[in-house]
């Protein structure tokens, strides 16, 4: 019996729009949108995530990855950095219906700028709790980030349901006897959550 939900944020509970951030810095720096994606620090914007570097230290190492970025400020790539998380889905609505009957929890690999500075909370009033990669040291599909959601949530895996857009950290939730689903659109995830007999 289900008693615990998980769910992702990006992706599930607000839409994302990564080309928005990437036609940004285009325009502010003058490189093209695949010199953009082909120059993303991958290495830094994880650590970034596992709480490893400061707003500060990501910006500058995003900055020297861009070659023609010499000028580009603070102020416009975060500006940047804010366009890439948009409006609530209608997912986030369904979490806080279920609430009443369930212990709902986020689990998000994520980042100070995106939760601290723009509130990202405010849109999940009915939650109980949140496990965020920057506070913890740990991002899906790691295994140590779903121990610690369980011992932060007291919950236990088997009694559990995880929510996330992207299969490889679906998979690595089951791994640890989760259950789990693969956001894919609203209806079918309506429908999965009817199979686990929940609504």
């Known amino acids: 019996?289900?008693?615990?939900?998980?769910?992702?944020?990006?992706?599930?509970?607000?839409?994302?729009?990564?080309?928005?951030?990437?036609?940004?810095?285009?325009?502010?720096?003058?490189?093209?949108?695949?010199?953009?994606?082909?120059?993303?620090?991958?290495?830094?914007?994880?650590?970034?995530?596992?709480?490893l570097l400061s707003d500060e230290e990501f910006f500058y190492a995003a900055k020297q990855e861009l070659s023609t970025a010499n000028g580009l400020t603070s102020d416009e790539f975060w500006n940047a950095w804010s366009m890439m998380v948009g409006e609530k889905t209608k997912v986030a609505d369904l979490m806080n219906e279920l609430a009443g009957d369930y212990s709902i929890w986020l689990l998000s690999n994520t980042n100070s700028y995106h939760i601290i500075s723009e509130k990202r909370l405010d849109f999940f009033p009915e939650i109980d709790g949140a496990i965020y990669s920057y506070e913890i040291g740990a991002r899906k599909p790691e295994k140590e980030i779903f121990e610690k959601a369980l011992r932060i949530s007291k919950a236990e895996a088997e009694h559990s349901l995880f929510i996330d857009d992207l299969i490889e950290n679906v998979e690595a939730a089951r791994a640890m006897n989760f259950k789990a689903i693969q956001f894919i659109s609203y209806n079918d995830l309506k429908q999965k959550l009817i199979n686990f007999g929940i609504m």
């Open 1 to 51: 019996m289900i008693n615990t939900i998980f769910f992702d944020i990006g992706g599930v509970l607000l839409n994302i729009y990564p080309e928005r951030t990437v036609e940004y810095l285009s325009t502010l720096t003058g490189l093209s949108d695949q010199e953009i994606f082909d120059s993303f620090p991958e290495e830094a914007h994880h650590k970034y995530e596992k709480g």
